[in-house]
């Protein structure tokens, strides 16, 4: 039986990964044994998916970016080029550490930017914005734009990914949607309404 999903001549794939229907893995990629890839997801090159990562349907994954064990990823997750994530929390060459592997949850829609790094243990929440270059070191709430080192609340996005501006009543359209959002509490959500 044929596979179901491309993979450079120079690409790595181990044996024990899955590897979902209609997914493309490019120059000189490593996928590790007992991953999981969804279907159309596109891994970038020189990429490594280590053992036990998850990644969900339609996660685009740049160059040059290394996912560890103890990341999962959910459907349409958006990798910028050399993100950085990290697995343990106080790392040492000469201490053996791998029972202490942290888990880091990429929540559905969430972006991260080139050269971000996302240090392990936190959830990002769905349809997040992690700016290029910024510094994750806590949980970033569903809609948000961070950026900076330590990242820092700078705004909101939608699903569409552009900046949502909220009126006093705290709603705002997305310009290309025109969905609307409502914010309360210091979290976002959006409304079924559409204008």
């Known amino acids: 039986m044929g596979k179901d999903y491309f993979a450079h001549e120079t690409a790595v794939i181990?044996?024990?990964c899955t590897i979902g229907k209609g997914t493309r893995i490019w120059h000189?990629?490593?996928?590790?044994?007992?991953?999981?890839?969804?279907e159309n997801c596109n891994?970038?090159?020189n990429v490594?998916?280590?053992p036990g990562v998850v990644l969900g349907h339609n996660v685009k994954v740049q160059n040059n970016v290394s996912i560890y064990a103890g990341v999962i990823c959910e459907d349409d997750v958006f990798l910028g080029p050399s993100m950085v994530f990290t697995n343990?929390?106080?790392?040492?060459?000469?201490?053996?550490?791998?029972?202490?592997?942290?888990?880091?949850?990429?929540?559905?829609?969430a972006s991260i930017g080139a050269n971000a790094t996302i240090v392990c243990g936190v959830e990002i929440g769905e349809y997040a914005f992690i700016g290029a270059g910024a510094v994750v070191t806590k949980s970033v709430p569903a809609y948000a734009l961070?950026?900076?080192n330590p990242a820092r609340h700078a705004g909101w996005m939608s699903e569409f990914g552009h900046r949502l501006h909220f009126n006093e009543k705290g709603e705002a359209l997305?310009?290309?949607?025109?969905?609307?959002?409502?914010?309360?509490?210091?979290?976002?959500?959006?409304?079924?309404?559409?204008?």
């Open 88 to 109: 343990i929390i106080n790392p040492r060459s000469a201490v053996v550490r791998r029972d202490m592997y942290m888990k880091t949850i990429v929540r559905k829609g």
């Open 48 to 50: 490594v998916v280590s």
């Open 28 to 38: 000189f990629s490593h996928i590790m044994p007992s991953c999981v890839i969804g």
């Open 174 to 195: 997305c310009p290309e949607s025109r969905e609307k959002y409502i914010l309360l509490n210091n979290r976002v959500s959006k409304s079924s309404e559409k204008s």
């Open 14 to 16: 181990d044996e024990g």
């Open 146 to 148: 961070v950026v900076g």
């Open 43 to 45: 891994i970038g090159q």
